[in-house]
């Protein structure tokens, strides 16, 4: 069973940083693109950044020169660089990744995690 394993939220005051990271322990898959994702109370959730394996990239516009999304493939983890942080950026942060098993292919989700960004 593939989990995805976030860590790295918490509480910050505007103009801040944060930096997430979520990982996939274990081996016998192999995965796609990996991003993140964010829902505020009483909002929807909405894309933040995606990256693909060969690391292409794309940012929400909000996000575009705040933060920056990488990963590191051999240890099957994405990382979200928060920088500039807002208030309106507070929400909880889901990890997503496609994955492929020897069972399935489809989107996996981290459990998220908490940001929460004062003013």
């Known amino acids: 069973q593939v989990q995805l394993v976030e860590s790295g939220g918490g509480s910050v005051q505007a103009g801040g940083s944060l930096r997430l990271s979520c990982t996939a322990p274990g081996s016998g898959f192999s995965i796609d693109y990996m991003g993140w994702y964010r829902q505020a109370p009483g909002k929807q959730r909405e894309l933040v950044a995606i990256?693909?394996?060969?690391?292409?990239?794309n940012y929400a516009d909000f996000v575009k020169g705040r933060f920056t999304i990488s990963r590191d493939n051999a240890k099957n983890t994405v990382y979200l660089q928060m920088n500039s942080l807002k208030p309106e950026d507070t929400a909880v942060y889901y990890c997503n990744a496609n994955i492929r098993t020897m069972f399935r292919i489809g989107d996996y989700w981290g459990q998220g995690t908490q940001v929460t960004v004062s003013s």
């Open positions: 990256i693909a394996n060969g690391g292409r990239t």
